[in-house]
């Protein structure tokens, strides 16, 4: 378990920390290292991925998306989407609703 702010790591080359969310809209902060990936997965929120710095190739709907640093990029709740570092890069990602598989993770 985890504290809202705090980075864990919950794959090799990725950590994570997780902001308080609001009602129904949240977000959290992500470092990739160089060659890190996040598994093909869907689920059901809608989300927005705006990279701080680096450059991450995202697969979705069978297409790769490469975003750099001062770029957005939107994947629509239930598309299947994967995402594989291209260099060091931090990403924040905004959901909604909340992702209460996320907020699971977390001690108060």
Request: aromatic share 6%; net charge negative; glycine share 10%.
């Amino acid at each position: 378990m985890t504290a809202f702010g705090e980075w864990h790591s919950p794959a090799a080359g990725i950590s994570r920390k997780i902001f308080p969310p609001g009602g129904n809209i949240m977000s959290m902060m992500i470092r990739f290292d160089t060659g890190a990936k996040g598994p093909a997965h869907a689920h059901p929120h809608e989300q927005l991925t705006f990279v701080i710095s680096g450059r991450l190739a995202l697969t979705m709907s069978g297409q790769t998306h490469i975003v750099g640093a001062g770029e957005q990029i939107f994947v629509p709740g239930d598309v299947e989407h994967a995402v594989e570092a291209l260099e060091d890069s931090v990403v924040v990602e905004t959901f909604t609703p909340l992702r209460e598989d996320l907020l699971a993770i977390i001690t108060e």
